[in-house]
């Protein structure tokens, strides 16, 4: 497709910068992030109620030129987008705490279910003594943060009551406070969120983005605790029935987008969100989660820090073949360490040694890279 139609666009078109490409120590090149990488060059997409109507590429330095001929609500976007692009995320303050979260690496969030029925370990951790000592472990192994979840929000799960929610994940909270480690509640109700808070939790994990419950957005404004905003398409029951999107990538990055200008209008700051595009919650099988992967930088543009969430998934069973979900961690290690080099900030992983390492690696292979550009 020709400029011209970026040139050409009405003030309806929203534009999107998609990176297309990157490279180490070229000084043509936008910085990515503070990865070290550097985006050498973007798709320019526009769209208008789901259509596209561009589709250009584009190296980094011929985007710059073109800038002052594009229409000056364009102009304005895209140089939104390359900002946000080039800023690395400031580390994550932690309310009433001496507590960081530095993304001079990628961070690990670790799993803990402490329900009957979650899809790979439903049931191991229901005692709170057992979920407790299995926290501990996932500590020992390296983990930045323990994600602690109530009810389960696996395809075709029933709802939890939320009084026997917060029964649940509130004494693994209250055991684990000496232990020196983040913890999230993973939770779509308010009233869960409120007691975990209470007990000692440090940040708000809600697979509907603070859409769910009616009282979500007061609560978590009201917690001064960082938020993680994950996109879902209907809800665990139904979610996998038909999921749909006109453009998978582009549809998430609107939803996101929106749910960031919500919570703000909400009383909640930018600084304190995380986005994660919600690999298997209403997504089609291999296509929408695989795009949504290779398409993970896009997520960078809203200028937040991005969480992956892929282990032990459905999808990575569609492609390898393993049917026992707790059989998938090698597939689970393959998207973690691609969602790293797209510059993920945080991993949510059940297999934390073993992700660890395999980030390790990875962060090794980047360094070398870098340090090779620069001589």
């Known amino acids: 497709m020709s400029i011209e139609l970026l040139k050409n666009l009405s003030g309806g078109a929203r534009v999107y910068l998609v990176p297309a490409g990157f490279v180490y120590g070229d000084e043509n090149a936008c910085p990515f992030a503070g990865t070290g990488m550097m985006i050498a060059g973007f798709r320019v997409i526009a769209r208008e109620e789901g259509s596209k109507l561009c589709d250009i590429r584009l190296s980094y330095s011929d985007l710059k030129d073109t800038l002052p001929a594009l229409p000056e609500y364009v102009a304005v976007e895209v140089t939104k987008q390359l900002r946000n692009y080039q800023t690395p995320r400031a580390p994550l303050q932690i309310p009433n705490s001496d507590k960081t979260l530095a993304y001079t690496r990628p961070r690990i969030m670790g799993v803990l279910n402490v329900t009957p029925d979650s899809f790979s370990d439903g049931g191991k951790f229901i005692d709170p003594d057992a979920a407790v000592r299995h926290a ?166 809203l200028g937040l820090p991005i969480l992956f969430g892929a282990s032990r998934k459905s999808f990575i069973g569609a492609i390898s073949g393993e049917e026992d979900a707790s059989k998938r961690m090698p597939g689970s290690l393959a998207a973690a360490m691609k969602a790293s080099e797209l510059g993920a900030q945080i991993v949510r992983v059940h297999d934390v040694a073993e992700t660890k390492q395999a980030l390790a690696m990875v962060q090794a292979f980047k360094d070398a890279a870098i340090l090779d550009a620069m001589n």
């Open 136 to 301: 501990r472990k996932l500590i020992a192994e390296g983990a930045d943060i323990i994600d602690i979840g109530g009810e389960s929000t696996r395809p075709g799960a029933n709802p939890v009551w939320e009084g026997e929610e917060a029964d649940r994940v509130v004494p693994v909270i209250e055991a684990l406070q000496a232990d020196g480690v983040l913890l999230s509640i993973d939770t779509r109700h308010s009233f869960v969120m409120e007691k975990a808070i209470d007990a000692g939790a440090h940040i708000i994990n809600d697979v509907t983005a603070l859409s769910y419950d009616g009282e979500s957005l007061r609560v978590a404004a009201k917690s001064g605790a960082p938020i993680i905003l994950m996109h879902s398409q209907g809800d665990p029951k139904t979610m996998q029935d038909n999921p749909t999107y006109a453009d998978t990538l582009l549809d998430v990055y609107d939803y996101l987008e929106e749910r960031v200008r919500i919570c703000e209008h909400a009383g909640i700051d930018r600084s304190r969100l995380i986005l994660d595009p919600g690999i298997g919650f209403g997504k089609r099988m291999v296509q929408d989660n695989i795009a949504l992967i290779n398409g993970l930088p896009l997520l960078h543009a």
